[in-house]
């Protein structure tokens, strides 16, 4: 019998602290190794406190998620050994740590994937800059990157069916009466001088998942912007609401952060309890679509992604 191929898989993504008291060092790290003022640390470590169950499940739903994409690359395709390595931004295990074991491990082949479907060059691109010139560094011989994978058909499905399990919890409300507010993480503005792909990408995604779920009464919106002197792209979510409602009597909402694939803080913190704050306040009943998580079919799309682009000549 033959030995398997191995092939490393490097699943990238922003990364969060394990517990309180690293918060501080997390921050730290965001922050170009500018320590925060004790406002900030407060601020931020008060958000943490403030999700149900604390800081620790957030890394444990990324560690989940590494763990279901391996069974599913080696249930999927049983010719190859894939191993999934986990790789951060701002926490241990860091992306070049990942790649450090890959090559440790005797890997030769690799392919980088970030738990991210929209491309820019802020975001996936630095984590594949970080994981190429890692890579090079330590001669692995072969590392391909999946660059984004908005429109594949599971994440769509997935994220189509989370929108009408959300839509049947508005009972006898009509559909038209419901506006669908797809969200994603903001970033500065200047990437719209860049030719960046980040926003098309997202609209892309939003209006393929209107036209399945045939909703024509939508719109998006950004959350989580950075706090600096730059502009970041809106407009935010919190300001929709409030508009929607003076402008146009809106009552009932379903936001669906579609730049999102688990529940971490940005969508813990800053829609459950910062959104739906200010919703309540309005008088609008505001549901929430279910994170991807580890749902079978963003498994599959993810699985399906990194097989073509290992497979790719």
Request: with cysteine; net charge negative.
């Amino acid at each position: 019998m033959t030995n398997k191929e191995k092939i490393g898989i490097l699943v990238m993504s922003y990364g969060t602290p394990e517990s309180l008291d690293q918060i501080e060092a997390y921050y730290t790290h965001i922050r170009r190794g500018h320590p925060p003022t004790p406002e900030q640390l407060r601020e931020l470590t008060e958000r943490y406190e403030a999700i149900v169950g604390g800081v620790f499940p957030l890394r444990e739903n990324t560690n989940k998620q590494v763990q279901a994409l391996e069974a599913r690359l080696n249930e999927k395709y049983p010719q190859i050994a894939f191993s999934c390595y986990q790789g951060l931004k701002h926490a241990p295990p860091f992306i070049e740590d990942g790649v450090e074991q890959m090559v440790r491990d005797g890997i030769k082949e690799a392919v980088g994937v970030v738990l991210a479907p929209h491309y820019s060059v802020m975001s996936v691109g630095g984590y594949m800059k970080r994981a190429k010139e890692k890579a090079d560094e330590l001669g692995l011989e072969r590392i391909r990157f999946v660059k984004s994978y908005h429109l594949h058909p599971k994440l769509i499905e997935a994220l189509s069916l989370r929108v009408e399990e959300c839509m049947a919890r508005f009972g006898n409300v009509g559909r038209e009466q419901v506006r669908v507010i797809f969200t994603a993480h903001s970033l500065p503005e200047k990437i719209l001088e860049m030719g960046d792909p980040y926003v098309d990408q997202l609209m892309e995604t939003s209006k393929t998942v209107a036209e399945r779920t045939g909703i024509t009464n939508w719109q998006f919106g950004w959350q989580s912007a950075g706090r600096t002197k730059e502009p970041w792209l809106g407009p935010d979510i919190l300001d929709i609401l409030r508009n929607i409602k003076k402008e146009e009597a809106v009552e009932h909402v379903i936001v669906c952060p579609v730049g999102f694939v688990s529940d971490h803080l940005e969508v813990l913190y800053d829609i459950d309890i910062e959104a739906q704050q200010t919703a309540r306040g309005l008088g609008i009943h505001l549901e929430r679509t279910r994170s991807l998580n580890t749902d079978p079919l963003y498994m599959e799309a993810l699985s399906e992604v990194i097989y073509e682009q290992w497979a790719a000549k």
